[in-house]
């Protein structure tokens, strides 16, 4: 959804700047190559997989817990708060939700970044749109600032400049409107130290009762909500990926 209205903007809008001023060119390329380092950082980061240790097998776990306890493709006692993905084919700590966008999960150990990361996205685009707006109103007597590579007449020339820009504002608007959703559920999530899965997956209300007797998989989300804001934002950004609970589970 980023590189779109990025590329667009970069062929279309940014020679605007030119007119309107060079400082805020600069600040445009450079608040778009930080989401850009951003989005390659979420995406390559371990959210927190956990691997099969050593030589046990589902058998040998079976003697020593309960299966529901049990993860059978990774093979290992699933910690609390974890959640196997079947895209990427791991169990993932304190697992959110599997990204499509940055073809990754959401997890401990990337969850800071990806709320960063969509924060200055959602920015970005609300600035995008205002900037391809703004450059409707920007006066190109020569028609020089976009190259004229159709060679068209002024008059269609104008015509295209202004078509080009209002699409790429209504792209950006179209991503910012669905970016402004997952931002609100997101940052509900760290003030309540909760994950999307915990608050709208099915996996959990489908739980047995009796499946959580002895470990409590569902992370006791009454006691968390109920910690401060502070407190839970802190967990969701550091704690959590410490936290030997949300790791793996020593038999």
């Not at 995406?43 to 059978?72: A, H, S």
């Not at 969701?236 to 020593?250: I, K, L, Q, T």
Request: glycine residues 4%; positive net charge.
């Amino acid at each position: 959804m980023f590189f779109p209205s990025f590329f667009s903007a970069i062929l279309f809008v940014l020679p605007f700047f030119t007119v309107i001023s060079k400082n805020q060119a600069l600040f445009y390329i450079g608040y778009a190559f930080l989401v850009t380092f951003l989005f390659v950082l979420v995406w390559l980061r371990d959210p927190g997989f956990l691997k099969k240790k050593g030589g046990m097998t589902v058998l040998r776990l079976l003697t020593q817990t309960e299966p529901y306890n049990i993860c059978p493709d990774c093979e290992i006692v699933k910690p609390e708060r974890s959640r196997h993905c079947e895209a990427c084919n791991h169990c993932v700590m304190v697992y959110d939700h599997h990204c499509p966008w940055i073809n990754n999960c959401v997890g401990a150990r990337n969850h800071k970044q990806f709320l960063v990361f969509i924060t200055l996205l959602w920015g970005f685009l609300i600035y995008h749109t205002f900037v391809a707006i703004a450059s409707l109103n920007i006066v190109d007597p020569d028609n020089t600032l976009v190259p004229n590579i159709l060679d068209l007449e002024d008059s269609d020339y104008l015509f295209a400049r202004s078509v080009t820009s209002l699409v790429t504002a209504a792209l950006s608007t179209s991503f910012a409107l669905p970016m402004a959703f997952l931002l609100c559920v997101q940052l509900q999530n760290f003030l309540q130290n909760r994950t999307t899965s915990e608050r709208f997956g099915q996996a959990q209300k489908r739980r047995s009762p009796s499946a959580l007797v002895g470990r409590n998989h569902s992370g006791d989300h009454s006691s968390r909500s109920t910690c401060g804001f502070l407190s839970n934002c802190r967990a969701m950004c550091c704690s959590n990926a410490e936290d030997s609970r949300f790791n793996y589970v020593s038999l």
